[in-house]
Every structure is written in structure tokens, then in C-alpha cells.
């Protein structure tokens, strides 16, 4: 890989982390790409949402289409690294790696673009909007045909409990479809000192979140992987007041739809028979989010015969599943793909931070390696499709 590549995929990293934009709202980081992109020969570029790009380079004649994904929003979160730079972009900050996403992928889009006499076929590279945020981005790419025509997927996402250099590999789920629930209970509310002329929708809550946590233990096989989590819990205002309404709101996380329904339908069941013999009412609201990530038993294994022969047989190790969403599942409804995982920790710049923490940060020397694994899966993808 030429070094001169890398160093300058360390320096359209830095210059995205220092300038991180919210979900959906990426223009100028849009721009910056648009830039970088426009200026190499032959490339086709069009927008397939009012954020996002997508490159279309060709080699030396007809062959398969591949695409490969790189996503490019930041999250709501202040920065609290000392690093030189440091978001400037006050309560946004790219702690999800997103920023070392897209440069990798801008990496990966030279080095082909330099090589592009010597193979035939068609690469395409979503640098997508919008990752963050239901519905997601790739539902943009979806929709303008960015799939039509082609072969399979790769995409990856740097991972902060691996050592740096080194690649995950998950073979079928990878990551799980991220739902959002909302309960609402409507009580009586009235004074605190007299809880007899009240229906208290706090202590109707408590009994809805207690029973929920049973579902998972009781109701969903021990061999299956499912999370349900409750992470908001609203009511009441004053301290002598119990108030009319309470909320609980959080997440479930499943591997398929079976068990995604069957914890759906348990807790319609808890919330009605506990409302039921509190005289309260209750509403609940689930709202399915992205679909699962699914992994291609041969795209898999292609992608892991490369990367061991790009990094060494010891720098790939299985992964397994995260209960963690990812859009790039969206892709994985039409076309078969891998989504694979890159260790960042080390170095002075990787702390061990999880994703999403304000301190989040990854060791830079690891991007040479992501940016040469997504180039020869890449080749490789186009060799497979081509002797098909």
C-alpha cells in the first residue's frame, strides 16, 4: 500500500473529526468529499440524497459491479479529548469512528483508481449520510438504484475492543435490528399523602419494567440473543405530587423476526393485564428499526481469505455477535455482503474507549490496514463474480 495513501487518509480523518455534522445533515462534510473525489479522472459522481455521494469507478473493461460502503455522520455528544483536532463543532463529535469510515474509504477509492488498468468490472463507493438516525441512509442509496446491477457489498466499522491492525470476522448476524419501544401510562393523579384516591402510573410502571425483564429469561430460548432495556422512565414533577402519567421508553434487540414478535407480543400482554388491574390505561408504541446485519456465508469467507493474506493468518479472528444496529443491513435485503470489523486499540491515540463515549478516540496506525483489506476484498469480489 502506498504510504503516501495513508498518510493522507490520517489527514482527511483528522480534518472530518475536527468538522463532525449530525445525522442527516452532512453538507459541508458532503462537499469535502465531493472535493477529494472530483478531482480524480473518470470517476462518476452523483447524490442520492441531499447529503451523501456516490462514486462510480470502472477499470479496464466490462465486468461484475461491487460496492463498498464508508457512512460519514457524527453524534450528539461533546468531545472531551485533548487532541490537536478536536471537534470545533461545539455538542457534535464523531465517536463512532464514522469520520475514519469515510477516509478509509476515500483510501481505498485512490488506490483503486490508480490500479484501474489492471482489472476489469465496475466498484462502487457509498459515502453515505445518515447512519445514526432512523431510517437510516442507506435507505436514500436503496431507493436511487445504487444497488442495480451489482454483485455483493463490503463494509466495515472500526472496533474498540480489538487491538489495533487486526480484523473481526462474523459469520451470518452480525449486528442486531435495534427496535424502540414507548410505553405510556395514564392514571389519576392527586396528593402524595393520600395515594388511596390516586391510580399511580409511577408504581404501574414499575410493575410493566419488572415484568419485562422477565420475557427474555422466560419467554425467549437460552440460545437465542435477544436485550431488552428499558433507558427512560418519566413521571411525577414535584416531590408531593403523584402525577397523572408516566413513560418508560428504551430498546430491543433481536436476531430475527420471530423472536423480535414474540417479545413484542409479550409485552402488549404485561402492559394490558397490568394497566387492567390498576383501573390505569396504557399505550404502547414499537417502532422496528433497522434490520439486522446478515453476513454471506462465501462473501464472508472470501473476505477472510483476503485479509489473512494481506495482514497474516494471526491479525483475523472471529467476532461475535453485537447487539449494537447498523443500517448496512438494509443492503443486505437485495444483495449479498460482509460487514466486518477493524481493531483500533492501541497507540497513544486509542484509550479503549467505548463507542459513543465523549473520550472515544482510535489508534490511527490501524487505518493503513483497513484501508488494504477493503481494497483486496474489492479485487477479490470482482475475480469471484467475474469466472461466475
Not at 469510515?101 to 488498468?117: D, F, I, K, P, V
Request: hydrophobic share 35%.
Amino acid at each position: 500500500m502506498n504510504e503516501e495513501i495513508i498518510k493522507k487518509v490520517i489527514t482527511w480523518r483528522r480534518y472530518l473529526h475536527e468538522n463532525p455534522e449530525l445525522s442527516f445533515h452532512e453538507e459541508k462534510t458532503t462537499e469535502y468529499i465531493y472535493g477529494i473525489v472530483s478531482s480524480l479522472e473518470g470517476v462518476e459522481i452523483s447524490r442520492p440524497a441531499r447529503t451523501g455521494l456516490l462514486a462510480v469507478l470502472r477499470g479496464n473493461g466490462p465486468g461484475p459491479v461491487i460496492a463498498l460502503r464508508g457512512d460519514m455522520d457524527a453524534l450528539p455528544i461533546t468531545e472531551e479529548n485533548s487532541v490537536d483536532y478536536i471537534s470545533k463543532n461545539p455538542g457534535v463529535m464523531h465517536a463512532c469512528g464514522h469520520d475514519s469510515h469515510t477516509a478509509m474509504l476515500l483510501g481505498t477509492l485512490l488506490s483503486l483508481h490508480s490500479t484501474r488498468e489492471s482489472w476489469n468490472g465496475e466498484i462502487r463507493f457509498f459515502f453515505q449520510h445518515g447512519e445514526e438516525l432512523s431510517p437510516g441512509g442507506a435507505v436514500d442509496f436503496v431507493k436511487a438504484g445504487a444497488l442495480e446491477g451489482v454483485s455483493a457489498i463490503l463494509g466495515t466499522h472500526v472496533a474498540p475492543d480489538v487491538e489495533s491492525g487486526k480484523v473481526g470476522i462474523t459469520y451470518g448476524p452480525a449486528m442486531a435490528e435495534p427496535d424502540e419501544f414507548k410505553v405510556v401510562i395514564t392514571g389519576k393523579g392527586g396528593h402524595g399523602a393520600i395515594p388511596q384516591e390516586t391510580i399511580d402510573p409511577i408504581m404501574i410502571g414499575v410493575q410493566i419494567a419488572q415484568n419485562f425483564q422477565t420475557i427474555i429469561s422466560r419467554n425467549v430460548g437460552p440460545m437465542e440473543n435477544a436485550v431488552l432495556s428499558i433507558t427512560q422512565f418519566h413521571g411525577g414533577t414535584t416531590h408531593n405530587v403523584i402525577p397523572g402519567k408516566a413513560e418508560l421508553c428504551g430498546t430491543v434487540r433481536t436476531f430475527n423476526v420471530e423472536t423480535r414478535d414474540l417479545i413484542k407480543s409479550r409485552m402488549e400482554q404485561i402492559i394490558e393485564g397490568v394497566c387492567r388491574c390498576n383501573n390505569a390505561r396504557g399505550s404502547f408504541e414499537f417502532i422496528e428499526g433497522y434490520p439486522c446485519v446478515i453476513n454471506d456465508r462465501e462473501v464472508t469467507a472470501l473476505l477472510e481469505e483476503t485479509a489473512k493474506a494481506v495482514l497474516g493468518d494471526e491479525n483475523v479472528i472471529p467476532r461475535a455477535p453485537f447487539m449494537g444496529g447498523e443500517d448496512f443491513g438494509e443492503y443486505q435485503k437485495y444483495i449479498p455482503g460482509c460487514f466486518y470489523f477493524l481493531g483500533i486499540k492501541g497507540g497513544d491515540e486509542g484509550k479503549g474507549n467505548p463507542l459513543h463515549h465523549p473520550q472515544f478516540n482510535l489508534d490511527e496506525a490501524a487505518l493503513g490496514a483497513g484501508v488494504k483489506v477493503m481494497v483486496n476484498g474489492a479485487l477479490a469480489l470482482l475475480k469471484k463474480y467475474e469466472d461466475k
